[in-house]
């Protein structure tokens, strides 16, 4: 017999070679027909796959997100099945599951798909999905895995084996259709329902753009048809709420091609409202003791070599700057953190000073890949709202627990209020990635699971995700569409301290070495205003949007008195601007609806007669007659409402 422990602790014993499936049928049977992956220990497993010792068992239906990746993984090799019927000579590299669903590359050679293609490609994937075929792995040797890829002349899947080692190479097989998989699949491709074939795309092999390109087709698939559509009607809202579109709509960014790739351009308006996230922060951070720095732009090869970004990043990071000087080498700065740590370095601290706060609004460069550029979201250049905390180790966990506040305020603010803290942990097989000593590894990751547990946060594990100099607290927000946008970021670090440096005289009158936390609550200006903006669908908070109030005078007549208005709140604080056009003002209503302003003020004969204002608010209509000074206070206690002192 062995003992298996499932997730609520409790142990059962079943007979060796017993199955998931065997698992979930002692449980219920209702679970038995749900479940379609399986996690034994650490490791994805099948659910007819046998097991023979003790351990930990995790039962997978399609609502976790671990089943989610095995029905979207199994149903691109349906995918890869029914291309091979269309396209015999197709060359199959690599069909992973991502977080909406799956690709495939492919290698076409003279052929092309298209979205005329699509239909016949889904209709063929229901078709075989209807067989019903068991997905089965097998173990292959690498010389018989050579073989078989070699006689279909695909150099991709060779070259793939040929990385591998003798006795971990796996193939697995449904129906007629066979291919190299390391495993994670649901029991059979009837439980896929529903097929969709999303988009087709150019990628290179390995993402390398010195390789051949390939052809990506993109898909996503339920088992239930009405999940489809409810996931399709989710992507047309996001579509209406693409921060690219709204950015443009409203003014915000834009890109140029003169200009380069991936580098955005603030307008007026996108800038404002930078500003005024930028103002609010800066508030928050001066009330918490933080001090504002700057630093350059560029800094020494050697700066980065010392803090090993440079050995981690240099790939991804912009080609060295040669000077006139010869061996005078400078790079664009893909990080804040060891300009803040020379920063420290300027003078010695004693232990009454410490804590340091340092904080900066850094633009920094990174030289992602052209096909990985998106928007706000994958940019070349962004800001990081960037903090460096300089701390002796018996501060650290009420200093790490001080941002956790600050990131809280900042998410309650800006209406972020479904989201997940990761504690982002070093792989624990493969140290290599990470610098510094197992003992300063540990110290750090125990540092952030207890101030998170003390904080009360609702939190998840993720093994791998860490920084390479240490683990990291992040906050994953889930927006309205239901997808999940890591923003806000802590890390504990004793490892850079190490690698500058960094001391401040003890009490003992000693040199101790300071921890270090970096901290970014908005991660990067780029991404989080993205985020905000589908969040929002462009209805920013009422303290942030660019224009809180337009007046609609309802002629030319009552110019004057808009223009009386417009000044009595501006000198209130509150940004006004005039629709003086010469249009109806049901027209300038349904404009000022689009432009997504909060409040519009409709003043004429009365209004103007009587001292007030008529108010309408968007997307509620008419909310009466004030008084200008009543107004101020609405706008006033709406905007304290959410700003509450930090």
């Known amino acids: 017999m062995i003992n298996i422990t499932l997730p609520d602790g409790s142990i059962k014993q079943f007979e060796k070679g017993s199955t998931p499936n065997d698992v979930a049928m002692s449980i219920s049977h209702g679970l038995a027909r749900n479940v379609i992956s399986a996690k034994f220990d650490d490791t994805i497993i099948e659910t007819t796959t046998p097991i023979y010792i003790d351990g930990s068992l995790t039962l997978f239906t399609f609502d976790n997100t671990e089943g989610k990746k095995a029905f979207w993984h199994s149903t691109a090799h349906i995918l890869a099945q029914a291309i091979t019927f269309f396209y015999p000579e197709v060359k199959l590299t690599i069909g992973p599951a991502i977080d909406n669903g799956f690709y495939y590359d492919l290698g076409l050679g003279e052929n092309s798909i298209s979205d005329k293609d699509f239909k016949k490609i889904e209709d063929k994937m229901i078709e075989f999905a209807r067989g019903k075929h068991e997905f089965k792995l097998r173990s292959i040797s690498k010389a018989d895995a050579l073989s ?129 996230l930028e103002q609010f922060l800066k508030r928050a951070q001066k009330k918490a003791g933080y001090e504002m720095v700057i630093t350059p732009h560029i800094g020494q090869k050697e700066l980065y070599v010392t803090s090993g970004h440079y050995e981690k990043y240099g790939e991804d990071s912009f080609q060295p700057i040669n000077t006139p000087k010869d061996d005078e080498e400078f790079l664009l700065k893909p990080m804040n953190c060891p300009h803040h740590c020379e920063v420290y370095n300027v003078k010695p601290y004693s232990y009454k000073e410490l804590p340091k706060r340092f904080a900066e609004f850094g633009t920094v460069y990174r030289y992602e890949q052209s096909g990985e550029l998106h928007g706000l979201t994958r940019v070349r250049c962004f800001t990081q709202d960037d903090a460096h905390i300089f701390c002796m180790p018996d501060q650290l966990n009420d200093e790490f627990k001080g941002v956790i506040d600050l990131v809280l305020y900042v998410f309650k603010a800006l209406g972020f209020e479904d989201f997940t803290a990761q504690i982002s942990l070093r792989d624990p097989d493969d140290k290599e990635k990470y610098i510094g000593s197992d003992e300063n590894w540990e110290k750090a990751e125990n540092a952030i699971i207890n101030a998170a547990k003390e904080k009360g946060l609702n939190t998840i594990v993720e093994y791998g995700e860490a920084a390479f100099y240490g683990p990291k607290l992040d906050f994953m927000v889930k927006d309205v569409l239901g997808r999940n946008w890591q923003l806000g970021t802590i890390q504990v670090d004793y490892n850079l301290p190490e690698r500058f440096d960094l001391t401040y005289k003890g009490s003992d009158n000693q040199l101790h070495r300071p921890v270090m936390i970096h901290r970014a609550p908005f991660g990067s200006m780029e991404r989080f205003i993205a985020i905000l903006l589908e969040n929002t669908g462009g209805n920013f908070p009422l303290w942030l949007t660019p224009d809180q109030v337009i007046i609609l005078p309802i002629s030319d007549k009552y110019q004057k008195y808009a223009e009386k208005v417009s000044q009595v709140l501006e000198n209130s604080e509150i940004r006004a601007l005039i629709d003086d056009r010469s249009e109806k003002t049901g027209r300038k209503i349904r404009d000022a609806e689009m432009k997504k302003i909060p409040y519009m003020v409709i003043v004429g004969e009365n209004e103007e007669g009587e001292g007030t204002i008529s108010v309408r608010k968007h997307g509620e209509g008419d909310k009466g007659t004030y008084t200008i000074e009543d107004f101020i206070s609405l706008i006033n206690t709406e905007i304290e409402s959410t700003l509450e002192k930090f």
């Open 148 to 276: 078989y890829y070699k006689e279909q002349n695909n150099e991709y899947k060779v070259e793939l084996i040929e990385n591998l080692t003798d006795g971990e190479i796996t193939f697995c097989d449904h129906d007629d259709f066979t291919d190299l998989c390391r495993g994670g699949h649901i029991p059979n491709t009837g439980i896929v329902k529903a097929v969709k074939i999303m988009s087709v795309a150019g990628a290179y092999w390995r993402g390398d753009e010195k390789n051949k390109q390939l052809t990506r087709v993109y898909g996503v698939s339920f088992p239930k048809q009405k999940l489809l559509t409810e996931h399709l009607e989710k992507l047309e809202e996001a579509k209406q709420r693409d921060h690219r579109k709204l950015g443009k709509e409203l003014e915000l960014f834009a890109f140029s091609k003169r200009v380069g790739q991936g580098l955005p351009l603030w307008l007026p308006k996108g800038a404002e409202l930078r500003d005024r």
